[in-house]
């Protein structure tokens, strides 16, 4: 099978179902002929024109805003922001609008919006670009949120989130865009809700989200030649969850870490754990471990940003801890 970036991975994605779809356009700053912050809409301008790739002045709740109201009346936007931390400019149209707007209706309305924008950190590019806020969404009814780890996984549900009738919130780590992975020629798309097991294992379950997932098979490989086996989760969509997968491994495994970049306090590992603990916890054989971010504005400084998010050695060692 042929291997692809993870970047060219969403394109394919967006170029095949703007074809199928007419009612389909892109919106948000700078991905007209530039193709992206991040390269990201990459050619699409020249094949698909302005009418269908529309750059936008500085204004994040004037392109979701705008992206609200033409899903609400029949089409299907894709509003890219350049930066995942900008979704705070626009809370409102996405939390009091989009999450709420078909229920309000009584199902009479649908909303085929995608949000589709970046996260995370690696770069340098400190605290006001580097955040990683998925988490805040997943508390929200009504949004479904999605975090694809490898480009096999963005192409397929990137182009389930496009066809969904309902907001999704679609979450990029800036740091897998350049990894190549296998992607299929053929027409594909994967579910919501359904995990993936990246590695299967028989000593402890590891359920890491987004970039995580990358750290956490290689910290894999590492203890598998200290003689423990974990099995590595990828939960996929954190809305829809499959919880069936994760309390599956955990009654195999007896034990359980879970890795995130978003902050600890207050983040997605704390759900995840919760739900262990309530549906499968005489199975555990130790404390569920949970590895976050620092609980600090992710630093400018290149050493300092090192040691914010979890690392291979971080899940070592907290593996090692209960095992």
Known sequence: MRKIRYVDALI??????????????????????????????????????????????????GIIGTAVGAAATGCRPIAELMFGDFV???????????????????????????????YGSGRSAAAQHSQSLYGWFTNVPGLKVVLPSTPYDAKGLLKTAIRDDNPVLFFEHKLLYTVTGEVPEEEYTIPFGVADIKRAGRDVTIVATGYMVTKSLQAAEELAKEGIDAEVIDPRTLVPLDKATIIQSVKKTGRLVIVDEGHKTGGITGELAAIVVEEAFDYLDAPVQRLGSLDVPVPFSPSLEKIFAPSEKDIIAAVKKIC
Request: hydrophobic share 40%; net charge negative; aromatic share 8%.
């Open 88 to 118: 705070t400019v626009a809370m409102d149209p996405i939390v009091n609008q989009a999450a709420k707007m078909r229920y309000m209706f009584g199902g009479k309305l649908k909303l085929p919006l995608v949000i589709k924008t970046n």
């Open 12 to 61: 394919e994605a967006l170029r095949e179902e703007m074809i199928r779809d007419e009612d389909i356009f892109i919106i948000g700053e700078d991905i007209g002929p530039f193709g992206g912050a991040f390269k990201t809409t990459l050619g699409l301008y020249e094949q698909f024109g302005s009418e269908r790739i529309i750059d936008t002045p500085i204004s994040e709740s």
